[in-house]
């Protein structure tokens, strides 16, 4: 009898699938690695043949964009602070998801945030920056976290669609944003509906000279690491991401579901609260009116091009800021409408969750592959 002939055939098939399945993790990472990338790509692809339709040159249109991304230090600074809180409720956005949470409700996140750092930041006085700063930074996040409680409660506990509710508190908190700039803080002689200015110890300093660059860049960074280590290194994050792959098996194993979506929808809109704040307290100072137009609603698609990853959302809040920063630049260069950047950000996403395919194949095939050996 041969050697090969003596060996334990369910032994070698258990073998041979602990290598399959190692492969395919590695081939898992390597495509959520690739697929932003091929998604952003594809999307530039088609946008410069609509463009080409169009009559202008897709080059002088891209060069353009890139220009008013990155062209001049004025330009990245606009860029990064455009992009400070796209992070921010991005990351609220992706930190949610890892839980099986749809937070669309950062609109409303962001503004309740931008209302309350703004009323501590205009109306406490007589304290130094070191302690008025991080008091409207906490104020902010109470703002989205309160917010959000809501919707999360109503979806944990009673499975009521989070989609319609968060819209519905989107509504309630920009039209008490209104009331709130055209009565309570309207700002003599009233007539513009806007706050007073918040006082000087409660603005975000500078960090890059000759810029308006400011510190809520800082907040966003600190916040991916922060959650990133959460996440990924904590037994808390172990216990969100369960949640989120498999809602009974974590109820099987013991986990308060309940608990931990509730404390997650509060984080998620907390952070939203922390970019209404940051954008208050770093770049326009007072409160108005929709001071951040359609930002909770592109931050779903930071959390989305970032793979729900806080590292990732760091990069892809950078390109989405640049879009923004550098959509007036394009057209300049080629007297394309300003909507087209918006298309570009819409293509993009479609080219994201299209792409979610790729993501499943090496899956798909290894279990072909594990049939066909069994």
């Known amino acids: 009898m041969t050697e090969n002939s003596t060996k334990d055939p369910v032994k070698t098939s258990r073998i041979d699938l602990n290598k399959l399945d190692r492969m395919v993790r590695r081939f898992e990472r390597l495509f959520v690695f690739l697929v932003p990338i091929v998604a952003v790509l594809s999307a530039l692809i088609l946008m410069a043949f609509l463009i080409f339709s169009v009559g202008s ?3 002088v249109a891209y060069k ?20 400070a809180p796209l992070m921010l409720m991005g990351l609220g956005v992706a930190v949610a998801f890892r839980g099986g949470l749809f937070n669309i409700g950062g609109e409303g996140q962001i503004a309740m945030g931008g209302l309350f750092a703004s009323i501590v930041g205009i109306y ?28 999360g409660y109503f979806f944990a506990k009673h499975g009521i669609n989070l989609i319609i509710t968060t819209v519905m508190m989107n509504e309630i908190a920009n039209s008490l944003v209104a009331a709130m700039v055209k009565g309570p803080l309207l700002e003599p002689p009233g007539y513009e509906p806007q706050s007073y200015k918040v006082l000087e110890s409660a603005r975000l300093p500078l960090i890059w000279e000759g810029t308006r660059l400011h510190a809520g860049i800082l907040i966003a960074i ?28 974590a109820k099987h194993s013991g986990l308060k579901v309940f608990r931990i979506r509730m404390l997650l929808m509060m984080i998620s809109g907390g952070l939203g609260g922390i970019a209404g704040a940051a954008e208050i307290l770093g770049a ?22 970032g793979q729900k990853h806080p590292l990732g959302v760091i990069i892809s809040g950078v390109l989405f800021g640049g879009l923004k920063a550098g959509g007036a630049s394009m057209q300049r260069a080629t007297n394309l409408p300003m909507a087209l950047v918006a298309v570009v950000s819409g293509v993009i996403i479609l080219f994201v969750i299209a792409s979610g395919i790729l993501t499943r194949l090496p899956r798909y095939l290894a279990k072909k592959e594990a049939s066909r050996g069994a």
């Not at 172990?238 to 498999?246: D, I, K, L, T």
């Open 222 to 249: 600190l916040a991916a690491v922060i959650f990133y280590i959460i996440l990924f290194r904590t037994p808390f994050g172990f216990a969100v991401r369960c949640v989120g792959e498999n809602e009974t098996a």
């Open 124 to 151: 406490i006085t007589g304290i130094p920056s070191i302690v008025h700063i991080p008091l409207c930074i906490l104020a902010g996040f109470i703002g989205g976290a309160v917010w959000s409680i809501l919707p």
């Open 64 to 83: 353009g964009l890139f220009s008013g991304m990155f062209g001049n230090n004025f330009d990245t600074a606009n860029t990064l602070n455009r992009a």
């Open 284 to 305: 326009q100072y007072r409160l108005r009116e929709a001071f951040l137009a359609n930002y909770g609603y592109e931050a779903l698609a930071v959390a989305l091009l």
């Open 57 to 59: 040159d897709p080059w």
